[in-house]
Structures are given as structure tokens and as C-alpha cells.
Nanobody, 123 residues
Framework: QVQLVESGGGLVQAGGSLRLSCAAS????????MAWFRQAPGKEREFVAA???????DYADSVKGRFTISTDNAKNTVTLQMNSLQPEDTAVYYC?????????????????WGQGTQVTVSS
């Protein structure tokens, strides 16, 4: 049973930083792709960033240069470092996993999801 548990959300002022973590358990994740999605009120869940455990990454254009996704293979943890946060980054952020080497930006491609963590950026 795959479990994903996010932590690290909160309230921050515009221009600030937050670091989200996702603790993964229940599998050997070396062949998985991990990702972060976010969902703002009244909007569809959207892709933020993805990573293979080997290190290859992909980012949405809206966060490229501001957010960094990384893994700690020893701890089975995926981290999203978010810098220069803006009010439009306000959303619930979800960690997701799929048993594939292929990076994907499509939420339906991911089989496992965390419960989400709220990020609020004030102006």
C-alpha cells in the first residue's frame, strides 16, 4: 500500500519561500515518477513539477526558475522548494506518484496521491 504524506505548507508573504516535503512509503520508488500538483479554489488541479528518482525533472512554465523539486532517495522523500512566492501560487499542493519512468504532466497518469497541504501567499 503506497502512502504519500505531505508537510510544510503554511502562510507566507509575497516574495517569501516555503519548503514542502512528501514522505513516501509502501514501495521501492526507484522506478517511480513523483510529482507535485496544486489546486486553487474553483480551479482544476494543475501540474507543478515532476521528477524521476534518477534526477530528471520537469516544471510547469509558471514555476520554472522559482520552484525546485528534488528527492532524498535514502529517506524516500520528495521536496518542493518554493521561492519568490506570489499570491497566484495559493493552492492546496498535492504529492503524487506513478509506477513509470516516464515523466507526465497529466494528473490522470498518477495512481497515488497524498492528502494535500495548504499554501497561502498574502500580498
Amino acid at each position: 500500500q503506497v502512502q504519500l504524506v505531505e508537510s510544510g505548507g503554511g502562510l507566507v508573504q509575497a516574495g517569501g519561500s516555503l519548503r514542502l516535503s512528501c514522505a513516501a512509503s509502501g514501495r521501492t520508488f526507484s522506478s517511480y515518477t513523483m510529482a507535485w500538483f496544486r489546486q486553487a479554489p474553483g480551479k482544476e488541479r494543475e501540474f507543478v513539477a515532476a521528477i524521476r528518482w534518477s534526477g530528471m525533472t520537469d516544471y510547469a512554465d509558471s514555476v520554472k526558475g522559482r520552484f525546485t523539486i528534488s528527492t532524498d532517495n535514502a529517506k524516500n522523500t520528495v521536496t518542493l522548494q518554493m521561492n519568490s512566492l506570489q499570491p497566484e501560487d495559493t493552492a492546496v499542493y498535492y504529492c503524487a506518484a506513478r509506477p513509470s519512468w516516464l515523466l507526465s504532466r497529466t494528473k490522470d497518469a498518477y495512481d497515488y496521491w497524498g492528502q494535500g497541504t495548504q499554501v497561502t501567499v498574502s500580498s
